[in-house]
């Protein structure tokens, strides 16, 4: 089992950044891709960003590239959301997730392909 905690969230202004960290703890070596979620109030849940074992895959949304980079620290056991320049529609709850599945070079942006999920974070963007 793979246990996924987020952290990093909060209330920040119009165009501000925040950075999101995903520690991984328990059978971290069956983790391959780790990927970013949001679902914001009344909506579904949707894809924001995920990186492949080794870093060089990576895939966002196009609502927020060039604004977020997906990043990850294997020796750390942990990725990273670093968000800039962020909007009021980026208001939502992020919620990291760990695939178990091996991919030689594309990563999966469809919740249900993900194994393990955080509890998630709010992160509140004002205007």
């Known amino acids: 089992q793979v246990q996924l905690v987020e952290s990093g969230g909060g209330l920040v202004q119009t165009g501000g950044s925040l950075r999101l960290s995903c520690a991984a703890s328990?059978?971290?070596?069956?983790?391959?891709?780790m990927g970013w979620f949001r679902q914001a109030p009344g909506k579904e849940r949707e894809f924001v960003a995920a990186?492949?074992?080794?870093?060089?895959?990576?895939s966002y949304a196009d609502s927020v590239k060039g604004r977020f980079t997906i990043s990850r620290d294997n020796a750390k056991n942990t990725a990273y959301l670093q968000m800039n320049s962020l909007r009021p529609e980026d208001t939502a709850v992020y919620y990291c997730?760990?695939?178990?599945?091996?991919?030689?070079?594309?990563?999966?942006?469809?919740?249900?392909?993900?194994?393990?999920w955080g509890q998630g974070t709010q992160v509140t963007v004002s205007s």
């Open positions: 997730a760990a695939d178990r599945t091996s991919r030689v070079s594309w990563v999966p942006t469809q919740s249900f392909r993900y194994d393990y």
């Open positions: 328990g059978r971290t070596d069956s983790i391959y891709t």
């Open positions: 990186i492949g074992r080794s870093g060089g895959s990576t």
